[in-house]
């Protein structure tokens, strides 16, 4: 993921030098969509009545999301914008105390506010990416998670958890944005996005069926972060 920001990073720098020309002021609204795929996240352990159990990881199909934004772009390139976004994935698989490499049913739910500041570069005025603008940013911000209705499980086994933590959150933004010709002020924007949680969580849940029946446990979890591709559409006014 790294090398794949650096890579889109450098590209942005590159396109982004090429001309002069002056930013686009004033305040703006942004909407897109994302397609994410999350990185493994680690269980650190789980805490019952009778000690703490091993952890492991759990792992989610790629999920997706909207991104809604109010702005204001700077005459010196810059955008400061507040951002609401949602994001939903299906887990499929886990590995946590008795239960290794376990079928996983429930969802991965986020939602998150954001302080976002980007940087425009200037548009390509040549060549096929003509008309491009490149632009950069970052935001720190608030995010809600919740597991929902997420059960492990194997043919002895089941564990539940339906329950939900608060994490602070940064990301990093790579992108470009490119004014649609005949409607003034609309720009249609492709992003890559990594965004992760700064602290660790905690998710209430329950060991549902076991050989030592059913009882209350506490999962901590790490967050591995996800990698995103928003498109969209940004409207001055």
């Given at each position: ?16 030098a ?27 352990g ?10 492991g ?12 934004g109010l702005g ?14 949602y994001?939903?994935?299906n ?15 429930g ?27 490149p632009?950069?940013?970052?935001g720190v ?11 492990t ?8 958890h339906?329950s ?15 004014d ?11 992003e890559?996005?990594?965004?992760r949680?700064?602290g ?12 030592f ?6 999962t ?11 498109i ?6």
């Amino acid at each position: 993921m790294a090398r794949l920001m650096i890579l889109a990073l450098a590209a942005a720098t590159t396109f982004g030098a090429v001309t002069t020309a002056s930013a686009e002021t004033g305040p703006y609204f942004a909407a897109s969509l994302s397609y994410a795929h999350l990185d493994d996240a680690d269980i650190r352990g789980i805490d019952t009545s009778f000690g703490r159990q091993p952890g492991g990881y759990i792992a989610a199909d790629p999920g997706y999301g909207v991104n809604l934004g109010l702005g204001y772009g700077f005459d010196s390139n810059w955008r400061a914008e507040l951002e609401l976004n949602y994001r939903r994935a299906n887990y499929k698989r886990a590995t946590a105390g008795a239960l290794t490499d376990a079928d996983t049913d429930g969802s991965f739910r986020q939602t998150a506010v954001f302080a976002n500041l980007y940087y425009d570069f200037q548009p390509v005025d040549g060549g096929i990416f003509a008309g491009i603008t490149p632009y950069v940013g970052g935001g720190v911000g608030w995010a809600h998670i919740r597991w929902d209705k997420v059960q492990t499980f194997n043919a002895v086994e089941r564990v539940g958890h339906d329950s939900s933590d608060n994490a602070a959150a940064a990301q990093l933004m790579v992108g470009f944005s490119y004014d649609v010709p005949g409607a003034e002020g609309l720009s249609i924007t492709t992003e890559l996005r990594h965004t992760r949680l700064l602290g660790d969580l905690s998710f209430k849940g329950r060991v549902l069926e076991s050989r030592f029946g059913s009882f209350p446990i506490q999962t901590d979890v790490k967050d591995k972060g996800r990698t995103e591709i928003n498109i969209g559409l940004r409207r001055r006014f």
